[in-house]
């Protein structure tokens, strides 16, 4: 399924800053139950493929994604879209791996590739008035910059 930049659901996407041409190279395929909401794949030609919970898409009584918190997962997830369109599919792929595996002690929604996609989604979360409950979403940023400077302080990785 895809989502169209024209249709109510791909509007109400846009409003939290999600790109048109994210929305169009994007395809959408609803599973009965992972252990996320949705997730990202980044394919080498044409876009991503995101996986979403079937759960997680939350609809009005039109049929179109309903404007609420809900949103959230879907939000972040093509904030990582945006992403490998704007660096190509290895580079992507490479900034991912290394931002996994390179930081020691930094909470993942202060990785580079990460920070973005956190903010983006606790923006559609404050916007409708409720607490986060993805974990790592009600991160204050400042908390994220003592992690980042402390970082830097102590000469890079920690625990070794």
């Known amino acids: 399924m895809r989502i169209s930049p024209e249709s109510t659901s791909g509007t109400r996407l846009r409003k939290y800053g999600v790109s048109v041409k994210a929305l169009r190279s994007t395809t959408l395929v609803r599973v009965w139950w992972m252990p996320l909401a949705a997730v990202t794949i980044p394919l080498p030609i044409g876009g ?5 919970r079937r759960r997680a898409l939350v609809r009005d009584s039109e049929g179109a994604l309903a404007d609420s918190g809900a949103l959230a997962p879907l939000v972040h997830q ?3 879209v945006h992403q490998r369109l704007e660096w190509g599919f290895a580079l992507y792929i490479a900034r991912h791996v290394w931002n996994r595996l390179a ?10 590739v990460e920070r973005e996609a956190y903010r983006a989604a606790r ?11 993805v974990k790592g ?7 994220v910059a003592e992690v980042t400077s402390a970082r830097r302080l102590s000469g890079g990785r920690q625990g070794r």
């Not at 991503?48 to 979403?52: D, G, N, T």
């Not at 930081?103 to 580079?112: F, M, N, S, T």
């Open 48 to 52: 991503c493929m995101m996986v979403v």
């Open 78 to 80: 093509f904030c990582h």
């Open 103 to 112: 930081p020691r002690g930094v909470p993942e929604q202060a990785l580079q």
């Open 123 to 133: 923006e559609v979360v404050e916007a409708h008035g409720l607490e986060p409950q």
């Open 137 to 143: 979403l009600g991160e204050p940023e400042s908390e």
